[in-house]
């Protein structure tokens, strides 16, 4: 089943009257009880050129919620998502993680919606909570026709006095560290091929 075929199906059941609550995953909970699930896993790719078309609400929402199903430590579910619409808001981070970068590019691709992973350090395993949510983000992109990438120096930006500050204006209180920046939009051009797999990926006793 291609990409198309797949976000038909999402969108057939997210605009059902029906779809409320983990029933509106139902596309994306379906791969996970078929070799539809591996092949989704095997043909997402990281996306580094987007449209400048904003990906509308129950796309993102449908992501998100996605994300809130990840695996964490003892159920703990440490991590937050922020959802970064705000033209203004996402130019500014874009141009705090560039000066951390040391680049004058947008690092964020031209994409339009950033969703950012933070983790409550208090939990002693925030940081592979933080990660498995980034990795169901990316992979509900891509079943719904997204284009996503891991966009890195979430912890520098939360370091920071400017990070602080969305946090504050918030009202999220705790110890937070970024994890990782899920950059969503439609893909601009072609989808690159996967590189060839390593040979010793695995290894068995």
């Not at 791969?31 to 591996?38: N, Q, R, T």
């Not at 579910?77 to 996402?90: C, E, G, H, L, N």
């Not at 680049?103 to 994409?111: I, K, W």
């Not at 920071?160 to 439609?186: A, M, Q, S, W």
Request: hydrophobic share 35%; glycine share 8%.
């Amino acid at each position: 089943m291609d990409r198309a075929s797949r976000q038909n199906i999402a969108l057939s059941y997210m605009t059902s009257s029906s779809c409320t609550s983990v029933l509106s995953l139902r596309p994306i909970l379906e791969f996970m009880y078929s070799d539809e699930a591996l092949k989704l896993i095997e043909s997402r790719r990281s996306i580094r050129s987007y449209k400048p078309d904003m990906v509308p609400d129950d796309l993102i929402d449908k992501v998100i919620e996605a994300g809130t199903f990840a695996a964490t430590g003892g159920g703990r579910q440490s991590p937050i998502i922020i959802a970064v619409k705000d033209r203004k808001t996402r130019d500014k981070l874009s141009k705090l993680n560039a000066d951390i970068m040391g680049a004058e590019t947008d690092p964020f691709y031209g994409a339009p919606v950033v969703l950012i992973v933070l983790a409550d350090r208090s939990s002693s395993t925030y940081l592979y909570d933080g990660s498995l949510v980034m990795g169901n983000l990316m992979l509900a992109a891509h079943a719904l026709g997204l284009g996503s990438c891991w966009i890195h120096r979430a912890k520098e930006e939360f370091d920071r006095p400017e990070g602080k500050e969305i946090l504050k204006d918030l009202g999220i209180t705790g110890n937070y560290e970024g994890i990782g920046h899920c950059i969503l939009g439609y893909i601009d051009g072609d989808v690159p091929e996967a590189k060839p797999r390593k040979e010793k990926w695995s290894y068995t006793i």
